[in-house]
């Protein structure tokens, strides 16, 4: 009765599971590593983020690289803004997905050293060949609070750094390149400020960073693993039937032959 199964059809049907059953396993394993990665990923966020603000010099220094433990980190300054080398940062978006600049201005510290600080995103109004009118920091010594970021590059943000750029514009944050403009000591990364608030709410302070969807890693794993159980029992319900269907088909015959012929 099994020996359908050696036919051209089922053969191939055989060997059709065969391969799905390992691919959707290694599927649903290739999104629970995903759901890991990004799991921890948010929780390293969530310990930034809640984490004390320290001084910045606690973690930053010339030269050095933000890793992912820093990032997000909340960190305070003590200084003055330095509004004469103050850049913008083109094609950046608010929480609207509005199209401006974010304000990089340069935070001179008690040592001299210099910290670039992202106040925040202003509207592009008009054409982008000039530098905008930029609402100005507060003046003297002040203290800054913000979140410590990495240097931006065109591999993490997808932006490409274009050049010759109208006076005081630039695409990427970047301390390594503001140290050589500056020509001064740039401590590495740089702040998005959060406090103090600005006056009239602009700039845009730029908003807290959100956290990937890893549950939907998750349940993807969990739907690839039961699409690699249903196959073998797709495959069985679907064995079982064409033994039903074969068995009625040789059973019809002989019930038709022992009806007696009907008396005319």
Not at 52 to 70: F, I, M, Y
Not at 97 to 115: A, Q
Not at 167 to 181: F, G, H, P, Y
């Amino acid at each position: 009765m099994y020996r359908f199964l050696l036919t051209r059809q089922w053969v191939i049907l055989t060997l059709v599971a065969l391969v799905l059953i390992p691919t959707m396993i290694w599927l649903g394993i290739w999104q629970m590593h995903r759901y890991e990665e990004r799991d921890a990923r948010n929780q390293l966020v969530t310990n930034a983020l809640n984490a004390k603000p320290v001084p910045v010099e606690d973690l930053a220094s010339p030269g050095h690289v933000v890793n992912s433990h820093e990032r997000y980190r909340a960190v305070t300054a003590k200084g003055r803004y330095d509004t004469d080398d103050e850049l913008v940062v083109r094609r950046r978006v608010n929480s609207n997905e509005e199209v401006g600049y974010h304000i990089l201005t340069p935070f001179v510290l008690k040592d001299g050293r210099v910290l670039l600080v992202n106040r925040g995103w202003i509207p592009a109004n008009g054409a982008q060949t000039s530098f905008p009118k930029v609402p100005a920091p507060p003046r003297g010594e002040t203290t800054v609070t913000g979140r410590l970021m990495p240097n931006e590059t065109t591999e993490a943000s997808g932006i490409k750094d274009l050049k010759d750029l109208p006076d005081r514009q630039v695409m990427l944050i970047n301390s390594k390149q503001e140290a050589e403009r500056l020509g001064r000591t740039v401590l590495g990364g740089y702040v998005a400020q959060t406090a103090p608030a600005p006056k009239g709410d602009i700039p845009e302070l730029v908003g807290a960073p959100g956290k990937e969807d890893s549950a939907l890693n998750y349940a993807y794993a969990i739907q690839w693993w039961l699409f690699a159980a249903a196959v073998p029992v797709g495959w069985v319900v679907l064995v079982r039937r064409e033994l039903r269907e074969r068995r009625r088909k040789e059973e019809t015959p002989t019930a038709e032959a022992e009806t007696p012929a009907a008396v005319g």
